[in-house]
């Protein structure tokens, strides 16, 4: 017992890893498309720096608005956020915006009961990258947290209805 506990020890100590981030490279990131654009990271800096607060009149857009404005980004202050990016394609980072019209997720039934995420209309920013088609959203007038900036994933593989648009902050 006493030699493994010595040799995890050694191979933190020497490699600077850890067991969990040994499992945590299995995961696909968005560094596997290169590096955040410098655009995306000043937005991820404004939605920090503000979560937990009610954004402007707590809409969701008012989030995305007010992030784009902050970072002088270019933008139709209507719903063109930016360059369109084809998120089954193309790499998706953190910081790009999400738009849903008329979306619909279904998760598989708990207990007998069907789950359904609905998004009639909604703007988000893409917090975090968890995978292909999966993120974590930072928005507000959505779920629990409702008229103030808060998180929840969302995985579009579950999508069964609407339309989806992702798109690059620009300036």
Known sequence: MFRL??????????????????NNQTKPKSSACGETPELNKKILTYVKANMGKRLGNGECWDVVAGALNYVGAKWDKKFNFGKLV???????????I???????????????VH?????????????????????????????LGKNKLNTHPINLKKLTKGTVKVYRPVK
């Open 115 to 143: 789950v359904y995420d609905e998004y009639p209309q909604h703007s988000a920013i893409i917090l975090e990258v968890k995978n292909t088609q999966e993120y974590i959203l930072a928005d507000q007038n959505f779920g």
């Open 86 to 96: 084809d998120y089954k394609k193309d790499c998706v980072f953190p910081g790009d």
């Open 98 to 112: 999400i738009q849903l019209n008329d979306a619909m997720m279904h998760d598989e039934p708990v207990k007998g």
């Open 5 to 22: 506990l010595f040799f995890v020890l050694t191979f933190i100590l020497f490699t600077g890893s850890s067991l969990h981030q040994l």
